[in-house]
């Protein structure tokens, strides 16, 4: 205003000079001229003032309208959202500002809005540390989304849900946004689901470990059906099973097989002398024996009573007499203390070897047991193998040992 005034006064008191020297009433009609002039462009300058400031009014007013229409609106939005909305300030310990009514309603105070609204909102978070992580990752990123909270209504039940939750600007200041699903019926139903399959793992482990139990039982029940309970050895039902089958596989694979069968001495002496308890150790020391001597795939048995016999696959009969001289040994060597007396054992046995003594189970076993018979009529404690051309009783002793 002042640069639009300025340029008329500058007029006015060049007309004023120029009035003084033409004459005085020239003069004073001109500033008369000149003030008027001065006055009609102050008015407009006023008029066009006002107009502007009263379209600024205006303008600020119609803002207003549509920013509290905008609210009225939002809040008409939140209260008809199918879901829990909450609007709490980002200033006064983060209370509550807005809930609508599904929210009210989640929170066990259905039509209550002024029991919730100016609380702290960390007043219905279970866990304080969860809500100060979610404040926290709001005022750093501005947006939170599918975050699982737990919260706890009013008659202090957990609600577990999924919330997502923004930075907006309410009644002029800043606060966030808060929209919320309930999941409390699917994490229980989550929860009851892991339970379950947790039950049924500990069901399945408890029946892998009766299945394992069961196998255990029966590998021990066919053991039982299979070993002699004295000894420990293989009973003669397993070598009946076992003697065809390995015949067959040496015949198949053109394989040695021997058969070593074997007797305690006197026995029946021992049991008449120092009674069965002293027999049945005497028994259980000469299995012992064989065991610790008898390779892998050999098969040892008691046979019946007091013999034995051994299974020899893939073994040269060369080799099997000498196997069968060193348990020879082995057993005279054993000592048994029969109640202050010491009992001495012997053995005598007898070897016999596929094809050439025999190819069948019956024929095998007779060979050997001929073998064996020699060996008791030639003195006991040795070995002899059988001579297949005395089949009844000239069989030739391998080895000698002195008699006992």
């Given amino acids: 205003m002042k640069k639009a005034v300025l340029p008329l006064l500058l007029a006015g008191q060049a007309a004023a000079g120029e009035a003084a020297s033409s004459g005085g009433e020239d003069a004073a009609l001109f500033l008369a001229v000149v003030f008027l002039v001065l006055i009609g462009a102050v008015a407009w300058r006023f008029a066009y003032l006002n107009r502007a400031l009263n379209a600024e009014i205006l303008a600020r007013r119609s803002a207003e309208r549509t920013a509290r229409a905008n609210a009225e609106n939002f809040r008409r939005l939140m209260d008809v959202a199918p879901v829990p909305v909450v609007v709490t300030s980002l200033e006064q310990e983060n209370r509550i500002l807005y809930v609508n009514e599904h929210a009210l309603r989640a929170i066990g105070l259905p039509g209550q809005p002024d029991a ?3 609380r702290p909102a960390p007043y219905y978070f279970r866990d304080k540390a969860e809500h100060d992580a979610l404040l926290a990752d709001l005022e750093r990123y501005g947006l939170v989304t599918d975050r699982t909270i737990t919260l706890i209504n009013a008659q202090g039940e957990a609600i577990d849900a999924l919330l997502s939750a923004r930075i907006i600007e309410f009644d002029g200041k800043p606060a966030t946004h808060s929209v919320m699903v309930d999941i409390t019926a699917r994490t229980r139903a989550e ?7 947790a039950r049924a793992q500990d069901a399945n482990a408890g029946l892998r ?12 029940l066919k053991e039982q059906t299979i070993r002699d309970s004295l000894t420990g050895l293989y009973n003669r039902r397993y ?8 015949l067959a596989r040496a015949r198949r694979d053109n394989l040695p097989l021997c058969m070593v069968m074997l ?4 026995f029946k002496d021992l049991n008449d002398t120092y009674g069965h308890p002293a027999g049945d150790e005497a028994l259980r020391a000469v299995a012992a024996s064989l065991h610790r001597n008898v390779r892998a795939q050999d098969i040892a048995c008691r046979y019946g009573g007091e013999e034995f016999l ?3 696959p893939h073994m040269e009969l060369a080799v099997a007499a000498e ?6 040994r082995a057993i005279e060597a054993i000592r048994i203390d029969a109640g202050g007396s010491e009992i001495r054992l012997t053995a005598s046995f007898g070897v016999a070897a596929y094809p050439g003594h025999g190819g069948t189970p019956d024929e095998l076993t007779q060979s050997a047991d001929l073998a064996l018979y020699a060996a ?10 059988f001579d297949p051309s005395a089949r009844v009783a000239e069989v030739t002793p391998l080895y000698r040992s002195r008699d006992t």
């Fill in 263 to 266: 007797d305690i001495d006197h």
């Fill in 323 to 328: 196997r069968a001289e060193r348990w020879r």
């Fill in 239 to 246: 070598l009946d099973e076992n003697l065809e089958r390995e």
């Fill in 376 to 385: 008791k009529g030639r003195g006991r404690n040795r070995v002899v193998v």
């Fill in 310 to 312: 051994i299974l020899m």
């Fill in 116 to 118: 919730i609204v100016g």
């Fill in 209 to 220: 470990l009766r299945l394992d139990e069961i196998v255990k039982l029966q590998a021990t």
């Fill in 191 to 197: 929860a009851a689901v892991r339970e379950s399959e």
